[in-house]
């Protein structure tokens, strides 16, 4: 433990792959699918009076006739009160848990500064010579092909 490591970490099979659905499994699939139907229809859903008043704006008498004459403003403005009371009661556990946490954390420093490490280091962590690493650190773009366990394997096409 008195010795530094790297703060290198590597992808292992466990993690959620994002990027490769292909190698997600189907039920991560299917909740992914399923997690962002239901907020796109919730997103639509928040766009509607947006919608209307636009329609409003075109000519179109819907909102006229939906708000005025059959009195739909009442239910607009029992909504209004609702939302008011949300986003107030939001914004004030937000101001609320702030201080707490300025309270709890006043004169106290809890992060630590990181280690650097040398070239060397790095280069004996991933199994490779400090002089091609150096090299490599020059690099704007690369590529690197890893094996199946995360390993560095080979890297081409340095662009200075």
């Known amino acids: 433990m008195d010795k530094p490591r790297p703060r290198v970490t590597l992808a292992t099979s466990s993690s959620i792959i994002i990027e490769s659905p292909n ?4 039920q991560q699939r299917l909740g992914s699918t399923l997690f962002t139907l ?10 509607l009076p947006l919608l209307s008043l636009a329609l409003w704006l075109l000519g179109f008498n819907i909102v006229y006739h939906q708000m005025i004459i059959l009195e739909g403003y009442k239910g607009l403005l029992g909504l209004l009160k ?3 009371l949300f986003f107030g009661g939001l914004c004030t556990s937000l101001l609320i848990w702030g201080r707490i946490n300025f309270i709890r954390f006043r004169n106290k420093e809890k992060r630590t500064k990181v280690n650097s490490l040398s070239t ?3 280069a004996s962590y991933f199994n490779q010579n400090a002089d091609s690493l150096a090299a490599w650190q020059k690099c704007k773009k690369m590529t690197l092909h890893l094996s199946k366990e995360g390993h560095l394997v080979k890297v081409s096409d340095c662009a200075n």
Request: hydrophobic share 65%; proline share 0%.
């Open 120 to 122: 060397a280091e790095v």
């Open 38 to 47: 239901i907020f796109w229809l919730l997103w639509l859903y928040l766009l």
């Open 23 to 26: 190698l997600q499994t189907r």
């Open 82 to 84: 609702w939302y008011t």
